[in-house]
């Protein structure tokens, strides 16, 4: 080193000898939160699952008391693969098609769960049957898209969005 270098290097200031401990506080600190926002959205993702797991197995047992703590008193909306109109699903709907026989086996395969503040998002494979009164069996795998909210009472569903997919995929490389 040269001497005109130590003259610049005793000249700068010194800093105080708590600001390295305030830094590593302070960095400690915010680990320790982005480490409990990360264990926070983990456990909404299982709540989330959770809750599409137990509407699904609601369904499947008839147990509209059930079924409802997942439903808000007004109902979800639902695109369908049919594609005529936005319809509204509600606790009456529900009521209605199980009592008159209908039967409901779905499950969904691969979801995936994005927490955007209280509201949740899942996509997934809608997978299953759904048996009319006469005992017609329709079978589907459906592209699915779920938006939940979150609410004192839990998670409740606000839209279902379903459409077709492919059961299997087709890729061709061209030479």
Not at 72 to 87: L, S
Request: charged content about 15%; some cysteine; overall charge neutral.
């Amino acid at each position: 080193m040269y001497p005109s270098q130590l003259a610049i290097d005793a000249k700068a200031p010194v800093p105080p000898a708590n600001l390295q401990r305030t830094k590593t506080s302070y960095l400690t600190w915010v680990s320790a939160l982005l480490l409990l926002m990360t264990a926070v959205r983990a456990d909404e993702s299982t709540q989330v699952r959770a809750a599409v797991q137990g509407l699904y197995a609601s369904l499947a047992a008839g147990d509209t008391a059930a079924l409802s703590h997942y439903l808000p008193a007004a109902g979800f909306t639902e695109f369908n693969t049919d594609g005529t109109e936005v319809k509204t699903l509600d606790q009456a709907y529900f009521a209605r098609a199980l009592g008159s026989g209908v039967r409901v086996d779905f499950h969904v395969e691969q979801p995936r769960v994005v927490i955007l503040g209280r509201t949740a998002m899942v996509t997934g494979y809608r997978v299953g049957s759904l048996w009319l009164p006469g005992g017609q069996r329709i079978t589907s795998r459906n592209c699915l898209s779920m938006w939940w909210s979150h609410e004192p009472s839990g998670w409740l569903l606000r839209h279902v969005h379903l459409s077709d997919c492919p059961l299997t995929t087709d890729v061709r490389h061209e030479p």
